[in-house]
């Protein structure tokens, strides 16, 4: 028995039940402490790892994610194709009365087993095709799983800057209330208008505001990313993680031998593989398929013998083969085009994924470095210098709102980084020595 169902024993045990008059009341009771006992061992199941990581992420959407599960097991159904494409065509079976004399003194009967048999490599050529359709579902699957990997880091990242902006936010609505009692203790002491103390209050009132929406803001990313996660909208997720990516960004050449990952160049490799062979099972069309058929027989004049029939097809539509045959060719032309097309599209989405990379650890340093520093170094010195009345409110207000601006601005490029370095990853098909 689980703890809460040890202190649900406890309770019930303590309870006092009443005569048989109350005993539905006390039934409802029970009944509901059961209902809350189950709600709450259902909140506490499938708990996310404490604090959550990007690597628990990448995990679990690729372990969780319904879209992965279905890619995986249309590639099982994918494995399944070789081994019925080059198999051989049904045998038939035909019993048959070959002669019954209307007076029915007697037949001739026979039962034949007939099977055709390619006199090509046809067989192996449908294999090899159905065997790159394997190749192709394979890299369907891979690519749903960066897909779902590369949502779910995105669902993590905006979760991230939204917590942190609410913590950065509760630190201005502390510098607010503080300029706000600056302001009020000098009106009180006669140095001050009472046009600052309301402005503070405003401001003040603003930040409030803004901390209540942010409580939304949050639930709705925790949302998001319990979506992404294969979870329920409304499960609770716990602290994050998320250590700024800030390391030397790799240069083009390392990147560019990184691309063979790729799952969509997999897929079109895969495809052309396949053109190739379904061009050589159309120039099999072109020989003949033999038939053979054999069996007991059996005849009013000699009794019982075997029977036996060889024969081959006529392969004699040649206008029909060829322009299979010019099919096929004309699909693998295609799947080539394909190929390079595919090569350029990839290494111009890694090129435009690593230089974002760049620009955003070059931001994320220059806030983190010299913006916020300078920012955080105003606010005491404006302070000091309103309370003694040496500056107005409103340069107090551009201090610690230039702050504000510093702070979210740094929150913002952190996640933008880290966002940054998993869409390197996607473009070049592996987080795997991308991500932290």
């Known amino acids: 028995m ?48 404490s604090p959550l990581r990007v690597e628990d992420v990448l995990r679990l959407a690729r372990d969780r994610r319904a879209e992965v599960n279905a890619a995986q097991a249309a590639t099982r159904a994918a494995a399944q194709r070789p081994a019925i494409a080059s198999s051989l065509e049904d045998p038939i079976i035909a019993p048959a009365i070959d002669h019954l004399p209307f007076g029915l003194g007697g037949a001739n009967v026979s039962f034949t087993i007939e099977q055709r048999f390619p006199l090509s490599g046809i067989r192996t050529h449908r294999r090899q095709a159905a065997e790159a359709g394997v190749d192709r579902a394979r890299a369907e699957t891979a690519r749903t799983t960066l897909d779902v990997s590369l949502e779910a880091v995105s669902a993590f990242f905006m979760l991230y800057e939204r917590r942190q902006s609410a913590a950065v936010l509760d630190e201005q609505l502390a510098l607010a209330r503080q300029v706000a009692s600056a302001a009020d203790a000098r009106y009180a002491g006669g140095t001050g208008p009472q046009s600052d103390v309301l402005r503070a209050e405003v401001e003040v009132a603003r930040l409030e505001g803004l901390s209540r929406a942010f409580r939304g803001e949050i639930r709705a990313a925790e949302a998001m990313l319990n979506a992404s996660l294969g979870r329920d909208a409304d499960a609770m997720v716990p602290p994050l993680i998320a250590e700024p990516a800030v390391r030397p960004v790799p240069a083009w050449p390392e990147v560019k031998a990184m691309l063979t990952e790729r799952p969509e160049l997999a897929a079109v490799r895969a495809s052309i593989a396949g053109a190739n062979a379904d061009v050589l099972v159309m120039r099999d069309m072109f020989k003949p398929m033999a038939l053979v058929r054999t069996g007991p ?5 000699d009794g019982r013998g075997l029977m036996l029939m060889v024969g081959v097809s006529l392969p004699i539509w040649r206008g029909r083969l060829r322009a299979g045959v010019a099919e096929a060719e004309a699909m693998r032309d295609m799947a080539r085009a394909d190929l390079e097309a595919m090569q350029r599209m990839v290494e111009g989405q890694a090129s435009v994924a690593l230089n974002q990379v760049d620009a955003a650890q070059t931001r994320q340093r220059a806030l983190r470095d010299d913006v916020l520093p300078r920012a955080r170094n105003a606010i005491d010195p404006a302070l000091a210098a309103y309370a003694a009345g040496r500056i107005p409110l409103v340069s107090v207000l551009e201090a610690v709102q230039a702050l504000w601006i510093a702070q979210s601005d740094l929150i913002y490029s952190e996640a933008t980084l880290g966002l940054a370095w998993a869409r390197l990853g996607r473009a070049v098909g592996t987080y795997e020595g991308i991500l932290p």
């Open 297 to 301: 027989a059996s005849t009013m004049t």
């Open 2 to 49: 689980t703890t809460g169902n040890r202190g649900l024993r406890t309770i019930l045990v303590g309870i006092q039940f009443p005569r048989v008059a109350d005993l539905s009341w006390s039934l409802a009771i029970a009944c509901a402490l059961l209902a809350l006992s189950g709600q709450a061992a259902a909140q506490t199941t499938d708990p996310l790892p």
